[in-house]
Every structure is written in C-alpha cells, then in structure tokens.
C-alpha cells in the first residue's frame, strides 16, 4: 500500500496537453503551430552563446564512389562538433543532402561502415545498418555529426563507456538546460554548415534519424523549416507508452514537455512537409500500436492540410533497427520529380 504506483498512474492519467493538436482549419493550423512552435523551442532550451561554424577539415578519405571527409565546426560556447561529410563523387546539386543522426551507440563512425577504432566495419551492420552509406551510395551529400554525449564527445571520465548521456543530462538540467536542446540545435548548427557550403539546394535537405537520432530529426524539423523531409526511425510514437512507460535514457526527457504535448503533435509541426515513419513490429521500447496510434493522429493533421501523400508509413517486420525498405529510396524520390535548380 506504500507503493506510489497508483500515484503515478494518477498523475499520467491527468495529463492534459495544453497545445493537443485540435485545428479545424488552416487558419487554426497556423495559430496552433506558432504557439506549439515557440513554446516547445523554449522548453528545449536553446544554448547560449551560438557560433559560426567556421570548418576545419580534420582529415579525408577516398571510400571508391563517394568521399569521406571529416570536418570539425564551433556550435555553442567552446563546443566544438566533429562530423562526417559523405559526398558521391558524381554528385549533383539536385540529389540533395541529408543529415544522418545516429542513436546510442559509439556514434557517427557506426553510420558510416567504421568500427570505434575507425578501422573498416565487416559483417553484421548493427541495428543502424550504415545508413549514411546507404544515403550517399543514392547521391545524396550526407552530414553525420557526433552528437553530444557519444562517441569522441564523452567526457573524459566516460572514455571506456558507452557515452556520457547521464552525467551531462542531469547537470544540464541542474542548469535549466536539457540534452535534447544541444543535440537538435547542435544540428541546426551543421544546418547551417550544409547551407554555407553552395553546392547544396536549400529547398532539397532532409534529416534521418534512428532511436536517439530519430528524436534529433524531429525535434529539430519541428522548429526549423529549414528541414524539408523527414525520416524518423524507431522514435515515432507516444511519450505516454514510451518513454513514460518503459525505461529510457535521460536524455529523453525534457521538462514540463508532456503537459505541453504528445509526440504526434510535435511529429505534426513537420506538416506539410514530407515525413516517413519506420516502426518495427517487434521493438520493445516504441511499441508499434503506438506507432499506429501517432500515425492516425499524424494522418489528421496531413489531412487538413491537403497533403496526405507526403505522410509515409514503413510499417515492417523487425525490431528496434532501421528497415531501409522506403527510407534509402525515399528522398531521391521526393526529389526526383522536381525541376533542377541552377547553381
């Protein structure tokens, strides 16, 4: 009888998203997605002291059909974000880029077919399945940042651990920051590197994310339009029967969000924009009839906008991993159908 388990239950049965996705009409649309919009970017905590990028280039690899360059850029304060630069060697500016995020694991070397030591990766691809490889092997200039927290952005302490992701959550916010917020704005940041660089079209650049990585996508289409596709991979759902269901990483949680809204309504701040959901019928910690249930809400919102054939649904056999069924194909075939835009 000690037990708070019907506490809590209480507490989440209460929870009433003040910004819940009800618009009726575009007009309602457009207000709705101003308030939403402003308040989930206060919530999530921009960091201060945003820089240029001004790129180094840290070292370059001839990988056959495409290029791999490693380049450094300055985010915020002293952080500096190292990051992969795939580029086909017969590139065309209208095949576009995408920003590939990876989920937990040892970080952007996972994307690109290299082990932790940087040595070549063999065998099985792991859940994430080199995708960033898969992206450029289509055309596409693929950006690969090593999110905050993995890879060689763990703290000192953390060298021979997974990644830092608990230590830097709690203390950010102990600060009124949150992990979230580095990592989506820490991708704005190579947003604005890809943008710079003048050999990519504004109006072709898309963002895939996996788990972790495909809260990052989202979150950060959700605020910027700059993003104008979106595959989200084993993340869509709802943070009812998630991330507040099942044990998840801390850097999930962001302050005061669920009583702001539910994940579809901040899938929906993508609308209308091109978006492809990947759900696993067997991941253990998004379940699928979540995904379902987003998916029908998410439908809602494409409706009253008139573009519901720029929601996709990869709905596959599998676990917690990407599928590759639609996703590898999809943004080349978004692109393909419109006209070349000059340099």
Not at 150 to 169: Q, V
């Amino acid at each position: 009888m000690w037990h708070p388990d019907d506490y809590l239950k209480q507490l989440l049965d209460d929870v009433r998203p003040a910004e819940a996705f009800e618009a009726r009409t575009t007009e309602e649309w457009r207000a709705w997605q101003a308030r939403l919009r402003a308040k989930f970017a206060e919530l999530l905590a921009e960091p201060a002291n945003r820089r240029e990028p001004a790129p180094v280039l840290l070292e370059a690899a001839d990988c056959g059909d495409y290029t791999r360059e490693r380049i450094g850029i300055a985010t915020y304060g002293n952080l500096a974000l190292p990051m992969y630069v795939l580029k086909p060697k017969a590139y065309r500016r209208e095949r576009g880029a995408v920003i590939a995020l990876h989920g937990h694991g040892y970080g952007s070397r996972d994307l690109v077919a290299l082990n932790p030591d940087g040595t070549a990766k063999t065998g099985d691809p792991g859940y994430q399945k080199n995708f960033a490889v898969e992206l450029v092997r289509r055309g596409h200039l693929v950006v690969v940042p090593e999110l905050l927290g993995f890879g060689d952005r763990k703290l000192a302490e953390d060298a021979d651990r997974g990644d830092s992701c608990h230590r830097l959550s709690t203390n950010l916010l102990m600060l009124g920051q949150t992990m979230a917020g580095h990592r989506v704005y820490e991708t704005l940041r190579c947003l604005d590197y890809v943008l710079a660089r003048g050999d990519v079209d504004p109006a072709r650049i898309g963002a895939m994310g996996i788990s972790g990585g495909g809260l990052v996508a989202s979150f950060a289409a959700a605020i910027d339009e700059r993003i104008g596709a979106v595959v989200v991979s084993g993340y869509a759902n709802t943070f009812q029967a998630s991330i507040l269901a099942i044990p998840h990483c801390i850097d999930n949680f962001v302050p005061g969000l669920a009583r702001l809204a539910e994940m579809p309504d901040l899938l929906a701040l993508i609308a209308p924009r091109p978006l492809l959901i990947e759900a696993g019928s067997r991941d253990p910690i998004f379940p699928l009839r979540a995904v379902d249930e987003a998916h029908g809400k998410l439908k809602a919102a494409y409706a009253l906008l008139g573009a519901g054939p720029a929601l996709a649904y990869d709905r596959f056999e599998g676990d917690h991993e990407i599928s590759g069924e639609l996703s590898f194909d999809w943004f080349a075939g978004l692109w393909a159908s419109r006209e070349e835009v000059a340099p």
